[in-house]
């Protein structure tokens, strides 16, 4: 099994800390909010991890970036993951799906046999959600998208999608890519022995070249799209606090103040 | 490249007619259309679905292309993909609109992929930058902290749109248009998937995105009594109950009723948030709401910085005499 993991800024840091750059369209990293694997990229090791333990098999994660920290990148393998594949240059900055997508697939077609592909059903970062897909249809496999349960039984897969208002029961054969959605469960916790075993573990490091991308297709320059701007929206609200001496004046004077301003309709 | 031209909306039908999203993405992309001086054109692909191409001209079409086939009954990726690439690779639109949604968010990246073309999901604004023709796609990123805007730099330019963001024009069964049938010719050895089963996800009560009040509860609400009483006041305010991830998580509330980026986007006319703290990723799904009102115990909390109104304190303190309040309004 192979899973695709991304480091991103904390999605949780708080939405003050957050400030762009606007000459180089980029986030600029708050202080005290060190980055982190994409949530939903967790949610895909831990389906890989279920798989594992009631089949065996081995799981290597493969992560692409630049930057990228050794304590981050490495969550996975504590959480027991096999092996680390890094995709690491600054070649690989400013990409979009398109590229991403390109460079994860060569990158699996030199890691050779697998049975599954795991990717999160987005990266919370740019939340575009189209990496996984853009994958499975390089490497001509199967595609499923926005899994809550994986299972195998007899060589084939068995998902349980999440969708607006139902879940929808797919099943494919093997090797397949699948998508995982946060409704799979909370991922595993880091075990003492797994960050110790981690700690040691040492990556596996491709450079572009490595993995026979050529150079007009890798991160900026293999782009399909290009961001004209990105900008933080200008927050016209303001707040009007209702005050009172006692909670219950506050909720009284909340519904008073909901009254005059019209905007119960009864 | 001179050869790509119109704008195209990928249809959708639901009980019995064309599906809001599909009317909405037709009334905007008739906007993008007109400021090309080109078609608009609707792909309704599925079976028996040609009853529809009528009501997609009233709503303004000027082309309907409509693929049949028992094979395409329900959506699936290794059916679906083939059959749209054919008929893009056909008709050659310069633009292809998607709703974000099931399908949408499903079809869109894997067909951008086998056309080899850029792709921009969950948009919230479309324009045609006047001198270049190309068209300028806004969608949130970072959680909604920060909108990017962005160019496809190949054609078709595709883009799937959030829901509620473009409003249909007025059905006029007077419009004319023209319907087009195509045949697909599938390879079944290629459909790799097969679908076992769909279960419906039962969510009580009134459907949250059609919901004009919604009353949502965060980790806060601390379990099932405390929802109970949230129900109170969406009851008397004819409301739906709406939650972030962790009630949902934690199976206080079904997980339909999530709002936020992965969950539920809602537009009501008002949107109470109690004990919500504010996170980015749950303000994608109500930033649309045009009243927001906060109750939360953290004067610093960023509900805040979007709410028109707010009270602090302890929600389980505060409640009481609101809901006393609002009944006595009621009553009068």
């Keep these: 099994m192979i899973v695709c993991c991304k480091q991103i800024p904390d999605p949780e840091a708080p939405p003050v800390s957050f400030k762009i750059d606007p000459s180089s369209h980029k986030v600029i990293p708050p202080q005290g909010f060190p980055p982190v694997v994409s949530p939903f990229d967790l949610n895909a090791v831990e389906a890989a991890l279920r798989i594992k333990d009631a089949l065996g098999g081995k799981i290597t994660v493969l992560s692409l970036g630049n930057n990228l920290l050794s304590d981050v990148v490495k969550k996975p393998l504590s959480m027991g993951a096999d092996e680390l594949v890094l995709l690491e240059d600054e070649a690989f900055e400013g990409g979009d799906s398109w590229s991403t997508a390109g460079a994860l697939a060569m990158a699996v077609k030199k890691i050779g046999a697998y049975d599954i592909i795991f990717c999160g059903r987005q990266a919370a970062d740019w939340d575009s959600g189209q990496v996984g897909s853009g994958i499975a249809e390089i490497l001509e496999i199967p595609s499923i998208t926005l899994a809550k349960d994986v299972e195998i039984v007899d060589g084939t897969v068995r998902v349980v999608r999440v969708l607006d208002d139902w879940y929808e029961i797919v099943e494919t054969t093997l090797p397949a890519l699948i998508t995982v959605s946060n409704e799979l469960g909370e991922p595993r916790y880091q075990t003492i022995s797994g960050i110790k075993t981690a700690t040691k573990k040492q990556p596996v490091r491709w450079k572009p070249v490595d993995i026979g991308l050529e150079p007009g297709k890798i991160g900026a320059s293999g782009r399909c799209t290009r961001v004209l701007k990105l900008f933080q929206p200008a927050r016209e609200t303001t707040c009007e606090i209702v005050s009172g001496d006692s909670p219950d004046e506050v909720g009284a004077n909340l519904a008073t103040k909901l009254k005059e301003a019209k905007v119960f309709k009864f | ?332």
């Design chain 2, 1 to 332: 490249m001179d050869n790509y031209k119109g704008v195209m909306v990928f249809g959708e039908t639901t009980d019995g007619k064309l599906s809001s999203i599909t009317t909405d993405l037709l009334g905007g992309g008739r906007r993008l259309a007109d400021q090309l001086q080109e078609e608009l054109s609707c792909l309704l692909c599925g079976h028996k679905v040609g009853d529809f191409a009528r009501e997609a001209i009233a709503y303004g079409a000027n082309t309907v292309y409509v693929v049949e086939d028992a094979q395409l009954k329900d959506y699936q990726t290794d059916t679906y993909t083939p059959a749209v690439a054919g008929i893009l690779k056909k008709i050659l639109p310069r633009i292809v609109l998607f709703g974000q949604n099931d399908i949408g968010r499903d079809l869109a990246p894997r067909l951008a992929f086998r056309l080899q073309t850029g792709l921009s999901t969950d948009c919230i604004d479309l324009r045609i930058d006047p001198e270049s023709k190309l068209l300028q796609q806004t969608r949130p990123v970072y959680g909604g902290n920060a909108l990017a805007t962005v160019v496809c730099q190949t054609l078709p330019q595709m883009a799937t749109v959030r829901r509620k963001t473009m409003s249909s024009l007025v059905r006029d069964d007077a419009r004319k248009g023209s319907i087009i049938t195509f045949t697909v010719t599938f390879n079944f050895s290629a459909v790799r998937t097969k679908i076992v089963n769909r279960i419906k996800q039962e969510t009580p009560g009134i459907n949250l995105e059609d919901a004009h009040v919604i009353v949502s509860g965060g980790r806060g609400i601390g379990g099932l009594d405390g929802f109970k009483r949230l129900e109170e006041i969406a009851k008397l305010l004819r409301g739906a109950i709406g939650a972030t991830r962790p009630p949902c998580e934690n199976g206080w509330v079904p997980a339909t009723v999530q709002i936020g980026l992965t969950g539920k986007v809602v537009t009501p006319e008002l949107y109470i948030a109690i004990a919500i703290s504010g996170a980015s990723q749950h303000l994608a799904g109500c930033f649309g709401a045009k009243t927001i009102v906060a109750i939360n115990r953290d004067p610093e909390a960023n509900i805040f910085n979007v709410a028109h109104f707010g009270a602090v304190g302890d929600w389980k303190q505060i409640l009481p005499s609101f809901i006393e309040k609002v009944k006595e309004f009621r009553a009068k």
